[in-house]
């Protein structure tokens, strides 16, 4: 199976920016979704972006909508999410995840921590 490796969170002050990297073992144009979710600490696990095989359809958690991109980098087999103008309500870990037609591939997650 492909596995996913998360990479770029850390720690920013309220405003800031931070873009995550997804890189996967196979082509990132096999899944026909990609998507990043993030559970922070006591919550459930949610979806805060997705987007399509070709790219042509994003979607984005109302709580997110206008500050995160979720882009694809075929060239690199890169999922990206660029976001910006963090809260601190943004605080958790971010996974990325892979959909097949049989199987889903979750990557091992990376922390973000937004504080002042």
């Known amino acids: 199976q492909v596995q996913l490796v998360e990479s770029g969170g850390g720690w920013v002050q309220p405003g800031g920016s931070l873009r995550l990297s997804c890189k996967s073992s196979?082509?990132?144009?096999?899944?026909?979704?990609m998507d990043w979710h993030r559970q922070a600490p006591g919550k459930r696990r949610e979806m805060v972006a997705q987007?399509?095989?070709?790219?042509?359809?994003?979607t984005y958690a109302n709580s997110v909508r206008g500050r995160f991109t979720i882009s694809r980098d075929s060239a690199e087999n890169t999922l990206l999410l660029q976001m910006s103008n963090l809260l601190p309500e943004d605080t958790g870990v971010y996974y990325c995840?892979?959909?097949?037609?049989?199987?889903?591939?979750w990557g091992q997650g990376t922390q973000v921590t937004v504080s002042s």
């Open positions: 196979g082509s990132i144009d096999s899944p026909y979704l």
């Open positions: 987007i399509n095989s070709s790219g042509g359809m994003k």
């Open positions: 995840r892979a959909l097949y037609m049989d199987y889903t591939s």
